[in-house]
């Protein structure tokens, strides 16, 4: 296993959060028929929790500086 430091850390939540962000982009930006829609919705819904939970984790790391 190898150990990252802090600032690393804190780079790497940042690109994960990043990358939710543009998943929730490019799943807004798909046409799709109705029983696609719940599907691509459902991805929204879990690429947003990701993103908050990451945004989170980068908090709870600014404040315990």
Aim: proline share 2%.
């Amino acid at each position: 296993m190898r150990v990252f430091s802090r600032n690393d850390f804190s780079h790497r939540v940042k690109i994960c959060r990043k990358e939710a962000k543009e998943s929730i982009l490019w799943l807004k930006l798909i046409d799709v028929n109705e029983p696609q829609a719940l599907k691509r919705d459902s991805l929204i819904q879990e690429a947003t929790e990701l993103m908050k939970i990451f945004g989170a984790i980068l908090e709870k790391l600014k404040n315990t500086n």
